[in-house]
């Protein structure tokens, strides 16, 4: 047997790693760790497998990491690796890591599937499941190589376009869809080489204040949408929206050729020449970012800074719906950005509508079993409607907050949820999608319902109060809250 102590007494107080159980994960962790330092104690209980990591010069240890003496005589480790494939010696030796050294960092391999809990009862810091890191880096990798043949097949499909393609924006266009709009103009014009020209179309109002400082301040050229201006395209592009005639101008038989959007599939409709939709993203912004990284495509200040800020504002300040892949991709941005642009962007005034629209959705907010419904009666300016809920939803013991208001066309919902048992998009578009447009995300919803559905009405605050009732109930029976008598706070 080889000796315990392959180079005599330990003198060292400390070993900066400590190997448990060395496999073929262990030998692999040893790998990558030499490539840092050779600070390193590794314990086996198999004799030849020890013997030959000393005779490669390895500190080894032949030793049962199921005994409670197996750290005798050797320096306390900073990190401790325990890797061996046995669950039960791998529960007892992290257990023995950390009474002997509490401050030590343990990562754990769990042979189990549901064996993470036991490991962090006894001390682990972190616990992996071989398999399910393996499955986890496999997804990623195939992930990575869609995500690369679908930015060349937007490439390419541009490069053989000649002629006007028409960008369309979601109604009332925000920082997301704009700025992807503009990165599809960017690589259109990249793939083409000149030979596509690109104009943005939207309708409705650009209402917030940030939204307009952001167009105004980027000099963004967009064009209201009319029939005459989609007859002089060629071709047809949805950033930002599911679909033909989901919260946009189009009709749901127009032709559409692309159609590029981060939220859910509400549309069955396959007939497109390109189709990508990333619901794990938290902004369209990043899937157009990750394409001009893809194809090495340059990416202009301007460009840059609408990407990043449309990520920013679409995912609130990286708090709501963001993937590590939408960090990952602002952070690519950040450095092409045009700083004093976003400072101009981020610190507008709020317009007095906004403030009135935002006073009333305080006065009129009512709470039943920790949602919270306002109605803001006629608006003007659309924009204001989520601003108030992104407000409301901050309120101590409001889990869910729904602000609705009527305009000339539509009755309007914004709501925003933190309950993290309700999806609250799939909840507003069961409750209303069959009367109108809805949908979203866990986090964060939206509804319109036309007016055409209704009888119309002169004044539009008693149309609203008309029938506001059933169709809120409607909403409260999908979502389980029982109709009490609401709290006015």
Known sequence: MPENHPKGSQSASSVEYLILGCGSIGYNVLYEILKETDDIIIIDQDEKKVQDLRDQKYEAFCRDIS?????????????????????????AAVRTIKEANPGAYIIARTVEVGGKDL??????????????????????????????????????????????????????????TISSAMALCALGNAASKGNLTCRILYDGKIGHQENRAFVNLLDIQMDRISPESLVECNYLAIVDSPGP??????????????VIDHHPNHDVKNGYDFLDRRPDM?????????????????????????????????????????SPLDLTLSAFLLPLTDED???????????????????????????????????????????AI??????????????????????????????????????????????????GEAGGHSAMGAANIPLSVFTMARNKDDLLDLIID????????????EEEEPNEV
């Not at 101009?344 to 039943?368: D, F, P, W």
Request: charged share 20%; no cysteine; hydrophobic share 40%.
């Open 282 to 322: 938290g902004a369209t912004a990043s899937l157009m970012t990750q394409y001009m990284q893809e194809l090495g495509v340059t990416v202009e200040k301007t460009v840059a800074t609408a990407l990043f800020y449309g990520i920013m504002a679409d995912t609130r300040g990286f708090r709501r719906n963001t």
């Open 341 to 383: 642009l976003l400072g101009k962007i981020t610190s507008q005034t709020v317009s007095q509508e906004t403030l009135e629209v935002m006073g009333a959705a305080i006065r009129n907010r009512k709470i039943v079993s920790g949602y919270l419904f306002s109605s803001i009666g006629y608006v003007r300016n659309r924009d």
């Open 386 to 435: 989520p601003q108030a809920a992104d407000m409301l939803i901050q309120l101590e013991g409001v889990n869910t907050a729904i602000v609705y208001g009527i305009t000339d066309q539509v009755i309007s919902f914004s709501a925003r949820n933190k309950d993290l048992r309700l999806n609250i998009g799939q909840a507003m578009e069961e409750a209303f999608g069959e009367i």
């Open 119 to 176: 490991y962090g009862a006894v001390g682990a810091d972190v616990v992996l499941h071989p398999q399910e890191v393996f499955a986890k880096k496999a997804v990623h990798y195939a992930r990575k190589v869609q995500s690369s043949r679908q930015a060349h097949k937007l490439y390419d499909l541009l490069a053989s376009w000649r002629g006007t393609m028409g960008i369309v924006t979601h109604t009332n266009p925000d920082p997301d």
């Open 245 to 258: 005639g989901i919260n946009n101008a189009l009709a749901k038989d127009d032709r559409v050729n692309i």
């Open 470 to 481: 059933p169709i809120l109930h409607r909403f409260m029976e999908i979502v389980g809250v």
């Open 67 to 91: 005994d409670t003496a197996m750290l005798k005589d050797i320096p306390v480790p900073k990190v401790a690796f325990v890797l061996s494939s046995e669950q039960k010696a791998n529960l």
